[in-house]
C-alpha cells in the first residue's frame, strides 16, 4: 500500500469515541468545501460536502463545520467506527458555478486510525 | 454518484517509456479531470479534460509530458510520457457531478518507475 504515514498528521481514537478532523484553507475566494475518505489501495470517496453560505451541515454520523472568519473547516464523525479508519482529505473550490469548474485544491490529509 | 474504471489498476515501467492510462465513466460527463497523488502526499491537479477541446493544464504540467485525449463525454486517457523515478506516484481520474458541484474519483493507477 501506499506510505502514507510519513508525512500525514494523524489522529487515533478509540472506537465509539467522536472524531473531529480539522482543516485550514487558504483561499478567501474559496466558496465550496467538500471532504474525502482515502482508503488504502482506493480513490479519494466523498463524504460531504458545504457551500460557503452554511457554517453546518450534517449527515449519516458525519457533521461539517465551517468558519470563514479564520478559513477553517472541521468534519465530526460521530461513534466512530474502526471501517472509518482511512486517510481524510478537505478541498476547497473557488467560483465554482463559475468558470473555474473542478479546480480542487486538496489539504494535505489526516491519517485517522480507529482502536476496537 | 458515477461508476469509474480506470485501466491498468497497477504497473512498474523502465525509465524512458510512456504508459497511457484509461479512464471509462458509465454516464456522460462533462467534466474530467486528472490528478497525481505523489507517495505520502495529497492530491494535485494535473489537467482538466473537455470532450472537443484541449486540456486545460495546471502550473507545473505540461501537454508533452502528460498528453490527454478526450474522444467522448464518457472517456478520457492520461499518457505519462517519457517517465522517470520521479513519476512514480498514484494517477486518478474524476469526474464533477454537475456544474460546480462535488468531484466522484476512479480507483486509481499506481505507476512504478524503475
Known amino acids: 500500500g501506499e506510505s502514507v504515514g510519513l508525512h500525514l498528521p494523524t489522529l487515533s481514537v478509540q472506537e465509539g469515541d467522536n472524531s473531529i478532523i480539522n482543516c485550514a484553507y487558504s483561499n478567501s475566494a474559496s466558496d465550496y468545501f467538500i471532504w474525502y475518505k482515502q482508503e488504502s489501495g482506493k480513490g479519494p470517496q466523498f463524504i460531504i460536502d458545504?457551500?460557503?453560505?452554511?457554517d453546518k451541515r450534517q449527515g449519516q454520523r458525519v457533521t461539517v463545520l465551517l468558519n470563514k472568519t479564520v478559513k477553517h473547516l472541521s468534519l465530526q464523525i460521530a461513534a466512530t467506527q474502526p471501517g472509518d479508519s482511512a486517510v481524510y482529505f478537505c478541498?476547497?473550490?473557488?467560483?465554482?458555478?463559475?468558470?473555474?469548474?473542478?479546480?480542487?485544491?486538496f489539504g494535505q490529509g489526516t491519517i485517522l486510525t480507529v482502536h476496537p | 454518484s458515477a461508476v469509474i474504471s480506470q485501466k491498468p489498476s497497477r504497473d512498474i515501467c523502465q525509465r524512458g517509456t510512456s504508459l497511457t492510462i484509461q479512464c471509462q465513466v458509465d454516464s456522460q460527463v462533462t467534466m474530467m479531470f486528472w490528478y497525481r497523488q505523489q507517495p505520502g502526499q495529497s492530491l494535485t491537479l494535473i489537467a482538466t479534460?473537455?470532450?472537443?477541446?484541449?486540456?486545460?493544464?495546471e502550473s507545473g504540467f505540461v501537454i508533452d509530458k502528460f498528453p490527454i485525449s478526450r474522444p467522448n463525454l464518457t472517456f478520457s486517457t492520461l499518457t505519462v510520457s517519457n517517465m522517470s523515478p520521479e513519476d512514480s506516484s498514484i494517477y486518478l481520474c474524476s469526474v464533477e457531478r454537475g456544474t460546480g458541484q462535488s468531484q466522484y474519483f476512479g480507483p486509481g493507477t499506481r505507476l512504478l518507475v524503475l
Open positions: 478541498a476547497e473550490n473557488a467560483n465554482a458555478g463559475g468558470t473555474s469548474y473542478g479546480k480542487l485544491t
Open positions: 479534460a473537455n470532450q472537443g477541446s484541449e486540456a486545460t493544464y
Open positions: 458545504i457551500r460557503s453560505n452554511m
